[in-house]
């Protein structure tokens, strides 16, 4: 069994941006601790023994941006830069195309802006999909959630959710290659598009594992949370070898 992980990162972010597609730089270009994001979460998944091959799908006019930093930081033998799509779904289907790999092969997809993911999680969700066959990280929900309706005055509570029937999804999240690629041809027959990789195999009838997550596996989505970050590396820093 191998293990091979798909980086979507292909995203303008937006949210980053205050809304506006013209950043200069996309977050997962942004430096954290004198690292792009991206090499950050790169150099997470490449120190794990048991990965193979590193999949990072970006825009067509980063690819060389982003070859050239894998060469600069020395991931080349590890990492493949393949062309990602309009959406995340359309990058992970992407870098799936490109895998050579066994039906029982493990696939981990993590989002390229988690770039405090640690061995432990990863090897955790690893073990979980080997008895699984689909896992995803995710924390206790610690809020009271509420269901609400949208409406043209605002949003109304319909009920509230019970917290231990609530978990908050992170990544990485796992899978058999064979189980992620009939979910994603099922979901590309019926046109639809899910908000991750898990919920195509939801829909398409298997049950997914939850692994514990960890806090400080954030995702960097606004400018706060790179302070955040810092905050978190301070804690237990990390070596850049």
């Not at 193979?52 to 799908?57: D, K, M, P, R, S």
């Not at 941006?65 to 992407?94: C, F, I, L, P, W």
């Not at 005055?153 to 009920?159: E, H, L, N, W």
């Amino acid at each position: 069994m191998r293990v091979y992980v798909i980086l979507p990162a292909a995203g303008l972010g937006t949210r980053m941006a205050g809304g506006s597609s013209s950043a200069a730089s996309p977050k997962q270009f942004l430096e954290l601790a004198g690292l792009p994001i991206l090499i950050h979460s790169l150099r997470a998944f490449a120190g794990i023994a048991s990965v193979a091959g590193i999949y990072v799908a970006v825009r067509p006019n980063e690819k060389d941006r982003v070859t050239a930093q894998v060469s600069e930081y020395g991931y080349t033998g590890k990492v493949t830069v393949v062309e990602g799509g309009d959406h995340r779904q359309q990058s992970v289907a992407n870098a799936l195309a490109a895998i050579d790999c066994a039906p029982d092969d493990v696939i981990l997809v993590h989002d390229a802006v988690r770039p405090l993911i640690d061995p432990a999680t990863i090897q955790r969700t690893i073990e979980a999909v080997e008895k699984h066959k689909a896992a995803i990280v995710a924390l206790p929900a610690v809020d009271t959630i509420k269901q609400v309706e949208r409406t043209a005055g605002g949003a109304i509570i319909t009920s509230t959710i019970p917290r231990e029937h609530v978990v908050m999804a992170q990544t990485p999240q796992g899978f058999r290659y064979s189980l992620l690629k009939d979910a994603f041809a099922a979901a590309a027959a019926d046109e639809f598009i899910g908000t991750d990789e898990a919920s195509l195999v939801e829909r398409f009838g298997a049950q997914v594992a939850v692994v514990q997550g960890s806090p400080s596996n954030i995702k960097i989505t606004h400018l706060g949370d790179i302070e955040l970050a810092e905050f978190y590396l301070r804690r237990k820093p990390v070596s850049i070898g």
